[in-house]
């Protein structure tokens, strides 16, 4: 039956890609004129069979009024483990602002930092540090003598620079990054 | 591949077809190719005034003609009459030359264009799934590898700006160096002196800008008592404060 | 062999939640201890071959130095019907030109790609650059310092390349400018 792995296939490809649970009616729609809501449910029916064979990761589930293709619980393990490790290659919004305030101000104090940022950073250069993007340098000689926090070597080799005075001047960045409100 | 074509049609003329050119290097291999000979064989008059002639036709046709079109236009005629004069002893290099490599150049960058063109095309319809999991934190993360410093700067711009904007600055005031009351009394005492007393010169002439602002409010304030009136024969001319003969209500003074 | 299997499931799972490309090195530390890289690969052609099976709309493929999951082409038209606008913008070929510059001659500079395609392309590489196709990776230490731009790992999942070396040969491209010459 060729022409129902098609659809299948084709049911498949557009659960895929749609993250929500997708009705009938929305997948009948799709395959186009001359497809049966009948035949959509034989498809959806053979892509949830070939996915309870051995060796799929992968599930087709009913969940509010539609149909999803989800990741086997078995596997909740790994993928929280995966998750952690992608975590460690990744930087987030709120650790590149801060690498940014500590980059360009630098050496600069943790008041400083939640000073220009407005919210508490310290759990964000707690991971900056662990990453060794951010080092330690002294004390500023003020009340408190709050820690001086300023890039490492790792820094500028991440992000290829010979020196810190190689960092774009805000008049590159203007040229080349363009206004924001051109992002979507 | 050929350059896309632009329809322009006129109302009187047939409508005329100009291929849309990625710059002048872009025209000059669209020339070339078009006379059907190598880019290591140029016929470099002809092609000249072919170029000279597509600019034209450009101009015409209202398509902004960039600066760097002209450039070029300037140099293939040097390298023509380079070309119509007698060779010096031991010249032997063409003055084609560094022309020729930069269309070879330019020739290997639009074949890697439409390779890569080529390879987006089987691109198509291939998407990365996404699975119903919800991210670790709702925050966008970025790949560390594709952090740039681009990133980080557009980053800190971000950060100044959402303080600039949470902190706005606050409005400087400057001490108060000249009192309304003080330049009333200096007034009053210079239109009762000179009778006719140029205001504007003596305006424009204070080396203070603040200074200037207080004899202002003063000379209308002055108006306002009745002492003083002022006239001006026309636009832009002297301004003239003359005394009214009514005396100074001293106690209409405030301590501006 | 159901370890294999089991492996395979645990392994397409991780893929369906990432979404982007994940090395080979990332699965083998999600595996945990005692699983050698080797096994992990034989997983991953495990999970390859079956879904060159038919009834399947997404396949495995090599990108961006890792592996994804990723639809078939041939539901691209089902694809588009359900996505609706949010298809991709194409790239125009002043975006091509200059993408083919900076993949073959990076690191490169910006004079360097305006010499090279004859016209400023300032706004060429701004839209690149908000389009995470290309990045900036330092600084030419030559007169004026100017920033030095290479394609991003975007780049290699946007042109389905596993990585640069599988970009055309210079000689393969200077075959095709040579071709186009003689036939205008």
Redesign the interface.
């Known amino acids: 039956m ?1 022409e ?3 659809l ?15 009705t009938v009616d ?1 997948l009948v ?4 004129e001359g497809v049966e809501r009948a035949r959509v449910e034989e498809a959806l029916e ?2 949830r069979s ?1 996915h309870e064979q ?5 599930r087709l589930e009913h969940v509010a009024g539609g149909w ?5 619980s ?2 909740e393990g ?2 929280r ?3 952690g ?3 460690r ?6 650790a ?2 801060t ?3 500590i ?2 101000r630098q050496p600069v104090t943790l008041p400083e930092i939640n ?4 919210v508490n950073s310290v759990a964000v250069v707690r991971t900056l540090v662990e990453r060794r993007l951010v080092v330690v340098s002294g004390r500023k000689q003020v009340v408190g003598t709050p820690l001086l926090y300023r890039t490492s070597k790792e820094f500028l080799v ?5 020196d810190l005075s ?3 001047t ?1 008049e ?2 203007e ?4 206004e ?1 409100a ?2 979507p | 591949m050929d350059p896309a074509l632009v329809g322009v049609e006129g109302p009187v003329r047939p409508s005329v077809v100009l291929p849309v050119f990625e710059g002048p290097l872009d025209l000059l291999l669209h020339l070339v190719r078009e006379e059907k000979v190598s880019i290591w064989d140029i016929p470099i008059a002809r092609i000249c005034d072919q170029y000279h002639e597509a600019l034209r036709r450009m101009e015409e046709l209202d398509l902004e003609v960039a600066g760097e079109y002209l450039v070029y236009a300037a140099w293939l005629l040097l390298i023509k009459s380079r070309l119509l004069l007698p060779r010096h002893e031991g010249e032997q290099k063409d003055p084609r030359l560094e022309l020729v490599e930069r269309l070879a150049e330019y020739e290997k960058v639009k074949a890697a264009a439409a390779e890569l063109a080529g390879l987006v095309e089987l691109r198509r319809g291939v ?7 919800p ?3 709702g ?7 594709d ?14 700006e ?2 600039l904007r ?1 902190h706005p600055p606050t409005l400087q005031l400057e001490p108060i160096r000249f009192s309304v009351r003080e330049k009333i009394l200096e007034l009053f005492e210079l239109i009762r002196r000179q009778r006719s007393f140029p205001l504007l010169s003596h305006l424009l002439t204070r080396p203070d800008r603040l200074e200037s602002v207080t004899l202002l409010l003063a000379a209308l304030e002055l108006q306002r008592l009745g002492t003083a009136t002022a006239h001006q024969r026309r636009p832009f001319a002297e301004i003239y404060l003359t005394p009214t003969g009514t005396p100074l209500p001293m106690d209409a003074l405030t301590d501006a």
Do not use: C, K, N, W
């Open positions: 060729p129902l792995a098609g299948a296939a084709m049911v498949e490809a557009v659960l895929a890609v749609a993250g929500d649970p997708v929305a729609a799709v395959a186009g053979f892509v070939r051995a060796g799929s990761g992968i999803r293709l989800a990741t086997r078995e596997y790994a993928l483990e995966y998750l490790y992608r975590a290659a990744r930087l987030s919004q709120a590149l602002e690498l940014a305030v980059a360009y000073f220009l940022r407005g991440h992000f290829g620079l010979p190689a960092l774009p805000p590159e960045v040229q080349i990054a363009g924001s051109v992002e | 998407e990365r799934v996404r699975f119903a999991v991210p670790p934190s925050e966008i993360e970025l790949d560390l590898e952090v740039d410093v681009l990133a980080l700067s557009r980053a800190l711009r971000d950060v100044l959402r303080h949470d």
